[in-house]
């Protein structure tokens, strides 16, 4: 989780107009108060937090991201899209737990995955019914 921490610590809050910055602020107070209320939720049902916090600054609508682990499938921020940046991570063993948790999600525009190999990942993208699926290496160790 260390990765996510680091990344997520090191964001260069600005305009989207400008390209060193990596979050751009929300679009108004109704935008940051549901994701903030995502955030609550995720503490409340047991996540935890691996990074992230709540506002950032004085001026704008900016949220700093935010990532959960031991996130459950029963977990609002497990079934529900948030248009902000949260993340939930959840730590699964086989492909075929992958699949099945993928296409038991009501939206499923997108979905994404790290593995350490990426031969493993391959077949997926066949099975996994999702508008787009990503697949990242990631060495863990």
């Known amino acids: 989780m260390g990765i996510f921490s680091s990344r997520y610590e090191s964001v260069q809050l600005g305009s989207a107009s400008n390209l060193d910055s990596t979050v751009f602020d929300l679009s108004g107070p109704e935008m940051r108060y549901k994701i903030l209320d995502y955030i609550g939720s995720g503490k409340k049902e047991g996540a935890r937090l ?9 001026q704008g609508y900016f949220i700093q991201p935010n990532a959960f682990a031991n996130v459950t499938d029963e977990m ?7 248009f902000g940046p949260v993340q939930s991570i959840l730590r699964l063993e086989t492909e075929k737990e992958v699949i099945r948790r993928v296409n038991a999600t009501h939206y ?4 994404g995955m790290f593995m350490s190999d990426m031969g493993r990942a391959v077949p997926m993208d066949v099975t996994v019914e999702a508008e787009s699926f990503l697949e990242l290496r990631l060495d863990f160790e």
């Open 76 to 82: 609002k921020i497990a079934r529900e899209e948030i």
């Open 108 to 111: 499923r525009l997108g979905s």
């Open 50 to 58: 691996v990074t992230g916090r709540n506002r950032i600054g004085k």
